[in-house]
């Protein structure tokens, strides 16, 4: 089993930083691929950033490229999410997700994946 916990949510005013973070522990944490996902008051679940844990390979959804980072520590237990210039449409409960099929083929945040962290709310303010 990996258990996954998000920390590093709040609120900011539009233009501004936060930097998520994923404590991945169990088996093996980082398997394959680790991401970020957030979900808006009635709206489907979105894909934000995907990370390769074997060769550091980054995605990202158009709506964040450019704003948000997603990176992982030394030891590949911790995914980072770095988000610059907030908007307000980045207003939502945050994810972190790992380890998807082996053998899976295309984006990475159309992956199953396997675990999912609590969430962490973040609200952006204009």
């Known amino acids: 089993q990996v258990q996954l916990v998000e920390s590093g949510g709040g609120s900011v005013q539009t233009g501004g930083s936060l930097r998520l973070s994923c404590a991945v522990s169990?088996?093996?944490?980082?398997?394959?691929?680790g991401a970020w996902f957030r979900r808006a008051p009635g709206k489907p679940r979105e894909g934000v950033a995907a990370?390769?844990?074997?060769?550091?390979?980054?995605f990202y959804a158009d709506s964040v490229e450019d704003r948000f980072t997603i990176s992982f520590d030394n030891a590949k237990t911790t995914i980072f999410l770095q988000m610059s210039s907030l908007k307000p449409e980045d207003t939502a409960t945050y994810y972190c997700?790992?380890?998807?099929?082996?053998?899976?083929?295309?984006?990475?945040?159309?992956?199953?994946?396997?675990?999912w962290g609590q969430g962490t709310q973040v609200t952006v303010s204009s």
């Open positions: 990370i390769a844990a074997d060769s550091g390979r980054t």
């Open positions: 997700a790992s380890r998807v099929s082996p053998g899976s083929v295309g984006w990475p945040l159309n992956f199953d994946y396997a675990f």
């Open positions: 169990g088996n093996s944490p980082l398997r394959n691929y």
